[in-house]
């Protein structure tokens, strides 16, 4: 069975610019999460959506972070304008909906941002 | 709110030693705790979990109990191995019925640097 895909796996972009990071969660998983990690923060959610409804969208990344999901095997996330503070591995996972159901991750995209 | 701390890294051991991550927790519900393991390029993936106060969850030698009163969940082996060389993140899930009930809290995670 396919795991969650993520591409792309590296991406660079100038301050400024508008990037766009994608992910197929598992086949069948209807909820959905993106998370930041750093080394500082370790992970942090930025969006939770269950059945395409977004149900929590991370507070502090609100303003120039939108995830979307327009169906159920594929999701977006649109970073603009970006900031050198955004560098960090942007995970994507998935899971079952019932109670506590384990998250699969994607293996993540790098971000640069100069 | 709710929030997770654990041992900050990073850990250096040698093989065939013992290690301890220290997990503590603060929530007003009542969670399911968890660890997940990072090898380098790959994203975490679950280690174990345990939904109930005072039992006990284990994979691949590590074990950790869900002690209540304590709100702590600290993770143990008692030899480790290079192959066991990565990031391990104490997690909660908040037992809140309805839209929340799979979110995670992670903690920052501990490096483990296991040497031969």
């Not at chain 2, 909660?92 to 929340?100: E, I, K, Q, V």
Request: aromatic share 12%.
């Amino acid at each position: 069975d396919a795991g969650v895909t993520q591409t792309p796996r590296h991406e660079v972009a100038e301050k400024g610019q508008t990037i766009i990071l994608k992910c197929e969660p598992v086949s069948g998983h209807n909820d959905l999460f993106w998370y930041r990690q750093t080394k500082i923060q370790g992970l942090e959610l930025l969006s939770y959506f269950r059945s395409k409804s977004l149900m929590e969208d991370g507070g502090a990344f609100k303003d120039r972070f939108k995830a979307e999901m327009l169906n159920s095997s594929f999701s977006t996330l649109k970073i603009q304008p970006t900031e050198p503070k955004d560098s960090a591995v942007y995970l994507c996972a998935s899971s079952l909906t019932g109670v506590y159901a384990e998250q699969f991750f994607g293996p993540g995209t790098r971000l640069t941002v100069l | 709110g709710d929030s997770v701390t654990q041992t900050e890294g990073p850990v250096t051991l040698s093989e065939g030693t013992s290690l301890t991550v220290n997990c503590s927790y603060e929530t007003k519900q009542y969670p399911t705790l968890f660890w997940y393991v990072q090898y380098p390029g790959e994203g975490p993936q679950l280690l174990f979990k345990v939904p109930k106060a005072n039992e006990k969850g284990s994979n691949r030698g590590f074990e950790a109990t869900y002690n209540k009163e304590a709100t702590s969940f600290h993770l143990q082996k008692a030899s480790v191995q290079e192959s066991d060389s990565a990031v391990y993140y104490c997690a909660l899930a908040p037992m809140n019925y309805g839209g929340s009930g799979n979110k995670l809290i992670f903690g920052t995670g501990t490096l483990l640097s296991v040497k031969p």
